[in-house]
């Protein structure tokens, strides 16, 4: 059951591990590795939008940074089975994203938003989007008529995301933000101070230069390896989709807690 109000930093780690957003998750060992090794092998739907060259052409290094950052078995002998994200790398994840949000509303920032996984994290994005905009922030509005191979690139509940078939689609793409920012400069208009986002969206724009804070799976290594390497901000370690969007609300409340925000009235 979700908890009411905002949790307490042990609370929120005890309803990170029931509802296994992080602790015990449901992404299996040998899908964690086998992401780590196309990374690796320079696949590039698993680059999440950066540009890794081939600096991460070793998968074991790919697994230190996981295990470091997200908290998964280090052991490379163990390649199936059950596989982990450490609750405690999550909160301070999300402390650390609150502190940029801080930053963001203290400084009335434009802030964008994006996610290549609606159907767990639309919501999160949404309730974050509320609380800046009444903080002061600009929630950037995204020019019309974008789309990339994959579909048209949208915007839902102040949050960006792609949209195929009269569906929102789940992208791992970079050329979504890739579209959105190139099309903002070719109007004209600056750039987000701020992009908050996950997958592509978070991994692009930080290659593009701007600010960068997201979420991501175990099962998703680049944004942790962008996190290493400084181009992204803050890489925020959950199951980016449990079995209710719900499940994520102590989370929000808690991360607006930490930003000195308040969720807003819908």
Known sequence: ???????????????????????DVATPRENNLSHYRQLANGVRNFWLGLELGDRWSDEQDVLAVMAERVGVNDDPEHRYGQD????????GGLERM????????EGRQRVLFATGHPGGLLDVHRATAAALREAGCEIVVIPQGLQTDEGYVWQVADVAVLEHGATLWHTHSGEPMKAVLTALEREGRPLPDLVVADHGWAGYAGRHGVDSVGYADCNDPALFIG??????????PLDDHVVSPRHYDPMVAYLLTEAGLREADL
């Open 227 to 236: 996190e290493a390497e400084g181009v992204v901000q803050v890489a925020v």
């Open 1 to 23: 059951m979700p908890i009411p109000g905002t949790p307490s930093r042990a609370e929120l780690v005890d309803h990170l591990v029931r509802t296994r957003i992080a602790g």
């Open 84 to 91: 982990t994200i450490d609750p405690q790398l999550t909160v």
């Open 98 to 105: 609150a502190a940029r949000l801080r930053k963001a509303a």
